[in-house]
Protein backbone atom coordinates (compact mmCIF):
# COMPACT_ATOMS: atom_id res chain seq x y z
CA UNK A 1 0.00 0.00 0.00
CA UNK A 2 1.51 3.69 -0.68
CA UNK A 3 2.06 6.34 1.83
CA UNK A 4 -0.65 8.33 -0.13
CA UNK A 5 -3.30 5.73 0.05
CA UNK A 6 -2.34 4.30 3.54
CA UNK A 7 -2.76 8.73 4.89
CA UNK A 8 -6.38 9.11 2.83
CA UNK A 9 -7.50 6.02 4.76
CA UNK A 10 -6.42 7.37 7.94
CA UNK A 11 -8.08 10.57 7.58
CA UNK A 12 -11.11 9.04 6.63
CA UNK A 13 -10.97 6.81 9.74
CA UNK A 14 -10.22 9.81 11.76
CA UNK A 15 -13.25 11.90 10.05
CA UNK A 16 -15.43 8.50 10.54
CA UNK A 17 -14.59 7.97 14.30
CA UNK A 18 -14.99 12.01 14.95
CA UNK A 19 -18.50 11.91 13.08
CA UNK A 20 -19.61 8.86 15.34
CA UNK A 21 -18.92 10.28 18.09
CA UNK A 22 -20.92 13.41 17.13
CA UNK A 23 -23.74 11.03 16.30
CA UNK A 24 -23.34 9.03 20.08
CA UNK A 25 -23.59 12.79 21.52
CA UNK A 26 -26.55 13.95 19.65
CA UNK A 27 -28.39 10.50 20.93
CA UNK A 28 -27.12 10.17 24.69
CA UNK A 29 -26.71 14.36 25.21
CA UNK A 30 -25.02 16.22 27.55
CA UNK A 31 -25.13 14.12 30.71
CA UNK A 32 -23.80 11.25 29.33
CA UNK A 33 -21.10 12.65 26.67
CA UNK A 34 -19.44 15.81 25.95
CA UNK A 35 -19.52 15.97 22.73
CA UNK A 36 -15.95 16.64 20.40
CA UNK A 37 -15.86 20.41 19.97
CA UNK A 38 -16.26 20.66 24.09
CA UNK A 39 -13.79 18.19 24.75
CA UNK A 40 -11.36 20.09 22.30
CA UNK A 41 -12.43 23.18 24.49
CA UNK A 42 -11.90 21.56 28.00
CA UNK A 43 -8.35 20.20 26.48
CA UNK A 44 -7.36 23.55 25.75
CA UNK A 45 -8.07 24.95 29.00
CA UNK A 46 -6.47 22.01 30.64
CA UNK A 47 -3.46 21.98 29.23
CA UNK A 48 -3.08 26.03 29.71
CA UNK A 49 -3.63 25.09 33.31
CA UNK A 50 -0.79 25.31 35.97
CA UNK A 51 -0.53 21.84 37.24
CA UNK A 52 -0.85 20.08 33.99
CA UNK A 53 2.73 20.30 32.80
CA UNK A 54 3.83 18.45 35.85
CA UNK A 55 1.61 15.76 35.60
CA UNK A 56 2.69 15.48 31.55
CA UNK A 57 6.17 15.72 32.58
CA UNK A 58 6.19 12.51 35.61
CA UNK A 59 4.38 10.54 33.53
CA UNK A 60 6.67 11.21 30.71
CA UNK A 61 9.89 10.91 32.72
CA UNK A 62 8.69 7.57 34.57
CA UNK A 63 7.95 6.21 30.21
CA UNK A 64 11.07 7.63 29.25
CA UNK A 65 13.28 6.01 31.57
CA UNK A 66 11.46 2.68 31.75
CA UNK A 67 11.82 2.83 27.92
CA UNK A 68 15.66 3.57 28.05
CA UNK A 69 16.15 0.95 30.32
CA UNK A 70 13.97 -1.75 28.30
CA UNK A 71 15.88 -1.04 24.95
CA UNK A 72 19.18 -1.52 26.70
CA UNK A 73 18.46 -5.03 29.00
CA UNK A 74 16.05 -6.02 26.04
CA UNK A 75 18.63 -6.08 23.28
CA UNK A 76 21.19 -7.64 25.12
CA UNK A 77 19.20 -9.78 26.12
CA UNK A 78 17.63 -10.71 22.93
CA UNK A 79 21.57 -10.67 21.45
CA UNK A 80 22.15 -13.43 24.20
CA UNK A 81 19.58 -15.75 23.60
CA UNK A 82 19.37 -15.31 19.67
CA UNK A 83 23.10 -16.15 19.58
CA UNK A 84 23.17 -18.99 22.64
CA UNK A 85 20.92 -21.43 20.90
CA UNK A 86 20.23 -23.55 23.89
CA UNK A 87 19.36 -20.44 26.56
CA UNK A 88 16.90 -19.09 23.84
CA UNK A 89 15.58 -22.17 23.24
CA UNK A 90 14.81 -22.91 27.30
CA UNK A 91 13.75 -19.71 27.73
CA UNK A 92 11.91 -18.02 24.74
CA UNK A 93 8.72 -19.95 25.54
CA UNK A 94 9.00 -18.66 28.95
CA UNK A 95 8.90 -15.66 28.28
CA UNK A 96 6.07 -15.70 25.61
CA UNK A 97 3.85 -17.26 28.40
CA UNK A 98 4.98 -14.22 30.93
CA UNK A 99 4.04 -11.67 27.46
CA UNK A 100 0.23 -13.43 28.06
CA UNK A 101 -0.53 -13.01 31.82
CA UNK A 102 -2.30 -10.09 33.15
CA UNK A 103 0.91 -8.61 34.86
CA UNK A 104 -0.98 -5.42 36.36
CA UNK A 105 -1.65 -8.21 39.24
CA UNK A 106 2.35 -7.78 39.66
CA UNK A 107 2.27 -4.17 40.40
CA UNK A 108 1.30 -5.14 44.18
CA UNK A 109 4.51 -6.98 44.52
CA UNK A 110 6.57 -4.12 42.12
CA UNK A 111 5.04 -1.98 44.79
CA UNK A 112 6.17 -3.95 48.13
CA UNK A 113 9.70 -4.14 46.95
CA UNK A 114 10.06 -0.30 45.58
CA UNK A 115 7.75 1.90 47.59
CA UNK A 116 4.98 4.04 45.97
CA UNK A 117 7.23 6.28 43.80
CA UNK A 118 9.04 6.46 40.19
CA UNK A 119 10.81 3.61 40.14
CA UNK A 120 7.89 1.12 40.86
CA UNK A 121 6.20 3.10 37.87
CA UNK A 122 9.44 2.61 36.27
CA UNK A 123 9.85 -1.30 36.93
CA UNK A 124 6.57 -1.38 35.77
CA UNK A 125 7.26 -0.01 32.28
CA UNK A 126 10.25 -2.10 32.12
CA UNK A 127 8.37 -5.38 32.68
CA UNK A 128 5.81 -4.66 29.97
CA UNK A 129 8.39 -2.94 27.14
CA UNK A 130 11.36 -5.29 27.71
CA UNK A 131 9.70 -8.52 26.57
CA UNK A 132 8.77 -7.68 23.16
CA UNK A 133 12.17 -5.98 22.43
CA UNK A 134 13.98 -9.37 23.80
CA UNK A 135 11.10 -11.17 21.36
CA UNK A 136 11.97 -9.59 18.02
CA UNK A 137 15.84 -8.92 18.95
CA UNK A 138 15.60 -12.99 19.31
CA UNK A 139 14.27 -13.31 15.93
CA UNK A 140 16.11 -11.00 14.18
CA UNK A 141 19.66 -12.36 15.08
CA UNK A 142 18.56 -15.76 14.49
CA UNK A 143 16.98 -14.86 10.85
CA UNK A 144 20.15 -13.39 9.71
CA UNK A 145 21.29 -14.96 6.64
CA UNK A 146 23.92 -17.89 7.03
CA UNK A 147 26.03 -16.99 4.49
CA UNK A 148 26.63 -13.48 5.88
CA UNK A 149 27.66 -14.97 9.33
CA UNK A 150 29.70 -17.24 7.03
CA UNK A 151 31.44 -14.70 5.60
CA UNK A 152 31.85 -12.31 9.06
CA UNK A 153 33.79 -16.05 10.45
CA UNK A 154 35.44 -15.70 7.24
CA UNK A 155 37.13 -12.82 7.95
CA UNK A 156 37.77 -14.50 11.50
CA UNK A 157 35.50 -11.30 13.36
CA UNK A 158 35.77 -11.26 17.07
CA UNK A 159 32.21 -11.82 18.58
CA UNK A 160 31.41 -7.78 19.39
CA UNK A 161 32.74 -6.82 15.98
CA UNK A 162 30.58 -9.54 14.66
CA UNK A 163 27.61 -7.67 16.26
CA UNK A 164 28.24 -4.10 15.44
CA UNK A 165 29.57 -5.07 11.60
CA UNK A 166 27.29 -7.98 10.51
CA UNK A 167 23.95 -8.78 12.75
CA UNK A 168 23.31 -5.55 13.88
CA UNK A 169 23.00 -3.99 10.57
CA UNK A 170 21.08 -7.51 9.37
CA UNK A 171 18.74 -7.43 12.31
CA UNK A 172 17.71 -4.00 12.31
CA UNK A 173 14.76 -3.91 10.65
CA UNK A 174 13.13 -6.53 12.70
CA UNK A 175 14.59 -4.69 15.90
CA UNK A 176 13.13 -1.98 15.02
CA UNK A 177 10.10 -3.57 14.83
CA UNK A 178 10.60 -4.76 18.52
CA UNK A 179 11.27 -1.26 19.87
CA UNK A 180 7.61 0.18 18.08
CA UNK A 181 5.94 -2.90 19.62
CA UNK A 182 8.20 -2.13 23.07
CA UNK A 183 7.73 1.48 22.88
CA UNK A 184 3.73 1.56 22.91
CA UNK A 185 3.21 -1.29 25.93
CA UNK A 186 5.94 0.77 27.79
CA UNK A 187 3.81 3.75 27.84
CA UNK A 188 0.80 1.48 28.59
CA UNK A 189 2.52 0.06 31.16
CA UNK A 190 3.62 3.22 33.09
CA UNK A 191 0.12 4.84 32.57
CA UNK A 192 -1.60 1.51 34.01
CA UNK A 193 0.79 2.14 37.40
CA UNK A 194 -0.30 5.35 37.29
CA UNK A 195 -4.00 4.81 37.18
CA UNK A 196 -3.83 2.19 40.04
CA UNK A 197 -1.61 4.09 42.55
CA UNK A 198 -0.30 7.36 42.47
CA UNK A 199 -0.53 11.00 43.11
CA UNK A 200 0.42 12.67 39.90
CA UNK A 201 0.92 12.16 36.18
CA UNK A 202 -1.92 11.86 33.35
CA UNK A 203 -3.16 8.14 34.71
CA UNK A 204 -3.82 10.02 38.01
CA UNK A 205 -5.61 12.47 36.05
CA UNK A 206 -7.92 9.79 34.78
CA UNK A 207 -8.44 8.79 37.92
CA UNK A 208 -9.37 11.87 39.73
CA UNK A 209 -11.67 12.76 37.26
CA UNK A 210 -13.65 9.74 38.05
CA UNK A 211 -13.82 10.61 41.73
CA UNK A 212 -15.19 14.30 40.56
CA UNK A 213 -17.45 12.97 38.11
CA UNK A 214 -15.48 15.40 35.92
CA UNK A 215 -16.56 13.95 32.77
CA UNK A 216 -14.87 16.61 30.11
CA UNK A 217 -11.65 16.15 32.30
CA UNK A 218 -11.92 11.75 31.92
CA UNK A 219 -13.07 12.38 28.13
CA UNK A 220 -9.59 15.25 27.54
CA UNK A 221 -6.99 13.15 29.11
CA UNK A 222 -8.43 9.88 27.34
CA UNK A 223 -8.15 11.84 24.13
CA UNK A 224 -4.61 12.78 24.52
CA UNK A 225 -3.47 9.91 24.73
CA UNK A 226 -5.05 8.17 22.62
CA UNK A 227 -3.95 10.96 20.26
CA UNK A 228 -0.49 10.80 21.83
CA UNK A 229 0.06 7.07 21.34
CA UNK A 230 -2.05 6.41 17.87
CA UNK A 231 0.64 9.51 16.34
CA UNK A 232 3.52 8.00 17.56
CA UNK A 233 2.66 4.45 16.90
CA UNK A 234 1.65 5.77 13.18
CA UNK A 235 5.23 7.01 12.46
CA UNK A 236 7.13 4.62 13.96
CA UNK A 237 4.98 2.08 11.79
CA UNK A 238 6.03 4.21 8.79
CA UNK A 239 9.83 4.10 9.65
CA UNK A 240 9.29 0.31 10.15
CA UNK A 241 7.55 -0.06 6.75
CA UNK A 242 10.31 2.03 5.38
CA UNK A 243 13.24 -0.10 6.72
CA UNK A 244 12.13 -2.87 5.89
CA UNK A 245 11.47 -2.34 2.39
CA UNK A 246 15.05 -1.31 1.86
CA UNK A 247 16.33 -3.64 3.38
CA UNK B 1 11.85 -41.75 20.92
CA UNK B 2 13.04 -39.18 17.99
CA UNK B 3 15.70 -36.57 18.11
CA UNK B 4 13.13 -33.67 17.97
CA UNK B 5 11.29 -35.29 20.58
CA UNK B 6 14.49 -35.87 22.84
CA UNK B 7 15.68 -32.49 22.21
CA UNK B 8 11.67 -31.23 23.21
CA UNK B 9 11.78 -33.16 26.42
CA UNK B 10 15.23 -31.86 27.34
CA UNK B 11 14.62 -28.45 26.89
CA UNK B 12 11.15 -29.06 29.25
CA UNK B 13 13.52 -30.45 31.79
CA UNK B 14 15.62 -27.30 31.68
CA UNK B 15 12.92 -25.18 31.71
CA UNK B 16 11.60 -26.55 34.48
CA UNK B 17 15.24 -26.64 36.60
CA UNK B 18 15.26 -22.38 35.44
CA UNK B 19 11.80 -22.10 37.16
CA UNK B 20 12.56 -23.99 40.25
CA UNK B 21 15.61 -22.23 40.39
CA UNK B 22 13.89 -19.14 40.59
CA UNK B 23 11.54 -20.49 43.41
CA UNK B 24 14.50 -21.68 45.19
CA UNK B 25 16.39 -18.76 45.19
CA UNK B 26 13.15 -16.95 46.31
CA UNK B 27 12.61 -19.53 49.42
CA UNK B 28 15.93 -19.15 50.18
CA UNK B 29 15.73 -15.55 50.17
CA UNK B 30 12.81 -15.27 52.12
CA UNK B 31 14.16 -17.70 54.19
CA UNK B 32 17.33 -15.97 55.37
CA UNK B 33 15.15 -12.57 55.78
CA UNK B 34 17.24 -10.98 52.40
CA UNK B 35 13.31 -10.33 51.77
CA UNK B 36 11.28 -9.21 54.67
CA UNK B 37 8.05 -11.26 55.19
CA UNK B 38 5.94 -7.88 54.74
CA UNK B 39 7.56 -7.55 51.05
CA UNK B 40 6.68 -10.96 50.71
CA UNK B 41 6.44 -14.20 51.81
CA UNK B 42 8.46 -17.90 50.85
CA UNK B 43 6.53 -19.68 48.36
CA UNK B 44 6.11 -22.81 50.44
CA UNK B 45 3.93 -20.14 52.63
CA UNK B 46 2.17 -18.84 49.34
CA UNK B 47 1.07 -22.30 48.49
CA UNK B 48 0.44 -23.19 51.82
CA UNK B 49 -1.66 -20.01 51.83
CA UNK B 50 -3.46 -20.32 48.31
CA UNK B 51 -4.78 -24.01 49.84
CA UNK B 52 -5.80 -22.52 53.04
CA UNK B 53 -7.87 -19.66 51.03
CA UNK B 54 -9.25 -22.26 48.15
CA UNK B 55 -10.59 -25.01 50.68
CA UNK B 56 -12.10 -21.90 53.17
CA UNK B 57 -14.53 -20.78 49.94
CA UNK B 58 -14.10 -17.17 51.00
CA UNK B 59 -12.81 -16.33 47.54
CA UNK B 60 -15.53 -18.34 45.78
CA UNK B 61 -17.56 -15.50 45.07
CA UNK B 62 -15.11 -13.07 43.52
CA UNK B 63 -13.85 -16.07 41.54
CA UNK B 64 -17.23 -17.03 39.86
CA UNK B 65 -17.65 -13.16 38.85
CA UNK B 66 -14.59 -13.11 37.29
CA UNK B 67 -14.64 -15.92 35.18
CA UNK B 68 -18.13 -15.31 34.71
CA UNK B 69 -17.14 -11.52 33.08
CA UNK B 70 -14.17 -13.29 30.87
CA UNK B 71 -16.30 -15.48 29.55
CA UNK B 72 -18.90 -13.14 29.00
CA UNK B 73 -15.90 -10.80 27.41
CA UNK B 74 -14.36 -13.74 25.46
CA UNK B 75 -17.73 -15.07 23.96
CA UNK B 76 -18.23 -11.15 22.60
CA UNK B 77 -14.91 -10.94 21.49
CA UNK B 78 -14.55 -14.05 19.66
CA UNK B 79 -18.46 -13.96 18.09
CA UNK B 80 -18.10 -10.20 17.13
CA UNK B 81 -14.41 -10.69 15.72
CA UNK B 82 -15.38 -13.93 13.16
CA UNK B 83 -18.25 -12.23 12.03
CA UNK B 84 -17.01 -8.53 11.39
CA UNK B 85 -13.89 -10.09 10.14
CA UNK B 86 -16.47 -12.52 7.39
CA UNK B 87 -17.46 -9.11 6.76
CA UNK B 88 -14.69 -7.06 5.81
CA UNK B 89 -13.08 -10.00 3.94
CA UNK B 90 -15.67 -9.33 1.35
CA UNK B 91 -15.34 -5.60 1.59
CA UNK B 92 -11.97 -4.60 0.09
CA UNK B 93 -12.46 -0.59 0.67
CA UNK B 94 -14.26 -1.18 4.08
CA UNK B 95 -10.97 -3.46 5.17
CA UNK B 96 -8.19 -0.92 3.99
CA UNK B 97 -9.64 1.58 5.30
CA UNK B 98 -9.44 -0.06 8.59
CA UNK B 99 -6.21 -0.87 8.10
CA UNK B 100 -4.63 1.57 9.96
CA UNK B 101 -7.48 1.33 12.86
CA UNK B 102 -5.68 -2.04 13.32
CA UNK B 103 -2.23 -1.47 12.76
CA UNK B 104 -2.50 1.12 15.45
CA UNK B 105 -5.12 -0.56 17.68
CA UNK B 106 -2.69 -2.41 20.16
CA UNK B 107 -0.36 0.67 20.39
CA UNK B 108 -3.30 2.76 22.18
CA UNK B 109 -4.02 1.93 26.03
CA UNK B 110 -7.34 0.21 26.09
CA UNK B 111 -7.57 0.82 29.65
CA UNK B 112 -7.48 4.90 29.45
CA UNK B 113 -11.52 4.27 28.27
CA UNK B 114 -12.04 2.54 31.43
CA UNK B 115 -12.28 6.04 33.55
CA UNK B 116 -14.77 7.10 30.99
CA UNK B 117 -16.61 3.74 30.61
CA UNK B 118 -17.42 4.25 34.58
CA UNK B 119 -18.86 7.67 34.30
CA UNK B 120 -20.71 7.10 31.73
CA UNK B 121 -22.13 3.58 32.44
CA UNK B 122 -21.20 3.48 36.44
CA UNK B 123 -19.16 1.34 38.71
CA UNK B 124 -20.46 -2.11 37.26
CA UNK B 125 -19.63 -5.37 35.31
CA UNK B 126 -20.48 -3.80 31.91
CA UNK B 127 -17.27 -1.28 31.83
CA UNK B 128 -14.91 -4.50 32.51
CA UNK B 129 -16.76 -6.43 29.80
CA UNK B 130 -16.32 -3.52 27.37
CA UNK B 131 -12.50 -3.21 28.01
CA UNK B 132 -11.73 -6.75 28.10
CA UNK B 133 -14.08 -7.09 24.94
CA UNK B 134 -12.12 -4.05 22.98
CA UNK B 135 -9.06 -5.70 24.07
CA UNK B 136 -9.54 -9.02 22.41
CA UNK B 137 -11.78 -8.31 19.78
CA UNK B 138 -9.26 -6.84 17.18
CA UNK B 139 -7.16 -9.87 17.99
CA UNK B 140 -9.54 -12.25 16.76
CA UNK B 141 -10.81 -9.76 13.43
CA UNK B 142 -7.05 -9.42 12.38
CA UNK B 143 -6.42 -13.15 13.15
CA UNK B 144 -9.65 -14.24 11.44
CA UNK B 145 -8.63 -12.48 8.44
CA UNK B 146 -5.40 -13.75 7.92
CA UNK B 147 -6.62 -17.35 8.28
CA UNK B 148 -9.58 -16.36 5.17
CA UNK B 149 -6.55 -14.84 3.12
CA UNK B 150 -4.78 -18.03 3.34
CA UNK B 151 -7.78 -20.43 2.09
CA UNK B 152 -6.29 -22.16 -0.67
CA UNK B 153 -8.32 -21.02 -4.35
CA UNK B 154 -8.21 -24.68 -4.64
CA UNK B 155 -10.80 -25.21 -1.98
CA UNK B 156 -12.64 -22.07 -3.29
CA UNK B 157 -13.01 -23.94 -6.73
CA UNK B 158 -13.97 -27.05 -5.19
CA UNK B 159 -16.78 -25.39 -3.65
CA UNK B 160 -18.14 -24.26 -6.38
CA UNK B 161 -17.40 -27.64 -8.08
CA UNK B 162 -19.25 -29.22 -5.03
CA UNK B 163 -22.19 -26.71 -5.83
CA UNK B 164 -21.56 -25.65 -1.99
CA UNK B 165 -24.01 -23.07 -1.00
CA UNK B 166 -22.71 -19.90 1.04
CA UNK B 167 -23.19 -21.55 5.18
CA UNK B 168 -21.40 -25.56 3.62
CA UNK B 169 -18.68 -23.45 1.89
CA UNK B 170 -18.37 -21.41 5.40
CA UNK B 171 -18.65 -24.39 7.97
CA UNK B 172 -17.10 -26.80 5.42
CA UNK B 173 -14.51 -25.59 3.68
CA UNK B 174 -13.55 -22.00 4.97
CA UNK B 175 -13.63 -22.88 8.55
CA UNK B 176 -11.36 -25.68 8.51
CA UNK B 177 -9.00 -24.25 6.72
CA UNK B 178 -8.31 -21.39 8.39
CA UNK B 179 -9.10 -23.00 11.55
CA UNK B 180 -5.33 -22.87 13.20
CA UNK B 181 -5.28 -18.98 12.54
CA UNK B 182 -9.00 -18.60 14.58
CA UNK B 183 -7.52 -20.48 17.34
CA UNK B 184 -4.16 -18.07 17.70
CA UNK B 185 -7.13 -15.50 17.45
CA UNK B 186 -9.38 -17.13 20.58
CA UNK B 187 -6.27 -17.60 22.43
CA UNK B 188 -5.52 -14.10 22.21
CA UNK B 189 -8.80 -13.47 23.04
CA UNK B 190 -8.60 -15.72 26.02
CA UNK B 191 -5.48 -13.74 27.17
CA UNK B 192 -6.61 -9.64 26.66
CA UNK B 193 -10.55 -10.84 28.26
CA UNK B 194 -8.42 -12.54 30.90
CA UNK B 195 -5.97 -9.45 31.48
CA UNK B 196 -8.96 -6.93 30.35
CA UNK B 197 -11.30 -8.18 33.31
CA UNK B 198 -8.38 -8.93 36.32
CA UNK B 199 -6.88 -5.53 35.11
CA UNK B 200 -10.21 -3.19 35.61
CA UNK B 201 -10.86 -4.93 38.71
CA UNK B 202 -7.82 -4.41 39.73
CA UNK B 203 -7.65 -0.59 39.17
CA UNK B 204 -11.55 0.14 39.94
CA UNK B 205 -14.32 -1.98 40.97
CA UNK B 206 -16.51 -3.74 43.70
CA UNK B 207 -15.91 -7.39 43.45
CA UNK B 208 -13.77 -10.15 41.65
CA UNK B 209 -10.64 -11.28 42.11
CA UNK B 210 -8.58 -8.65 40.72
CA UNK B 211 -10.43 -6.36 43.47
CA UNK B 212 -9.47 -8.86 45.98
CA UNK B 213 -6.01 -8.25 45.46
CA UNK B 214 -6.07 -5.07 45.74
CA UNK B 215 -7.78 -4.96 48.53
CA UNK B 216 -5.13 -7.33 50.55
CA UNK B 217 -2.77 -4.80 49.08
CA UNK B 218 -3.93 -1.60 50.71
CA UNK B 219 -4.65 -3.25 53.94
CA UNK B 220 -1.27 -5.48 54.15
CA UNK B 221 -2.55 -8.05 53.99
CA UNK B 222 0.10 -10.74 52.18
CA UNK B 223 -1.61 -14.02 53.50
CA UNK B 224 -4.20 -13.26 50.82
CA UNK B 225 -2.93 -11.27 48.07
CA UNK B 226 0.60 -13.42 47.10
CA UNK B 227 -1.99 -16.57 46.64
CA UNK B 228 -4.11 -14.63 44.96
CA UNK B 229 -1.96 -13.61 42.88
CA UNK B 230 -0.34 -16.77 42.10
CA UNK B 231 -3.73 -18.14 41.41
CA UNK B 232 -3.96 -15.66 38.71
CA UNK B 233 -0.71 -16.61 36.90
CA UNK B 234 -1.65 -20.49 37.22
CA UNK B 235 -5.08 -20.01 35.41
CA UNK B 236 -3.56 -17.88 32.84
CA UNK B 237 -0.36 -20.05 31.85
CA UNK B 238 -2.10 -23.26 31.85
CA UNK B 239 -5.20 -21.55 29.55
CA UNK B 240 -2.41 -20.28 27.22
CA UNK B 241 -0.93 -23.78 27.02
CA UNK B 242 -3.80 -25.39 26.32
CA UNK B 243 -4.48 -23.38 23.42
CA UNK B 244 -0.84 -23.08 21.88
CA UNK B 245 -1.47 -26.79 21.92
CA UNK B 246 -4.58 -26.81 20.07
CA UNK B 247 -3.33 -24.45 17.67
CA UNK B 248 -0.05 -26.53 16.97
CA UNK B 249 -2.70 -30.17 16.71
CA UNK B 250 -4.72 -27.66 13.82
CA UNK B 251 -1.69 -26.36 12.12
CA UNK B 252 -0.10 -29.79 12.07
CA UNK B 253 -3.38 -31.23 10.94
CA UNK B 254 -3.97 -28.53 8.17
CA UNK B 255 -0.09 -29.06 6.75
CA UNK B 256 2.06 -26.21 5.94
CA UNK B 257 1.14 -23.80 2.94
Request: charged share 15%; hydrophobic share 55%; proline share 4%.
Amino acid sequence: MSDAHGLRNGLLLVAVLAALWQAVYWLVGDSALSSPLDTLRYTATLVARDDFGAHVYDTMRAFAIAFALSVVFGLLAGFWLGFDRLSGDVLEPMLVTVYAIPKLTLYPILLLAFGLGVSAKVAFGVLHGIIPIILFTVSAVRNTRPILIKTGRAMKLSRPQMVRWILFPAAVPEIFTGLRVGFSLTLIGSLLAEMFASQRGLGYLLMTGIGLHNLPQVMSVTLLIVVFAASVSVLLLWIDRRLHRRR
Amino acid sequence: MSPSRARAARLAVYRFAVLGGAVALLEALCVLRVIDPITMQAPHLIVRDLWRLLASGRMNAAIAKTLTNTVLALGLAVSVGLVVAALLHRRRALRDTLDPLFATYYAVPVFAFYPFFIVVFGLGDLPQILIAFMLGVVAMIVNTLNGLDRVPVVLLKTARVLRLGPADAALRLALPAAGPYIVTGIKLAVAYAFIGIIGSEFILSRGGVGYEISFAYNNFDNAVMYPLIVLILLASTIANAVLTRWERTLLARRGAT
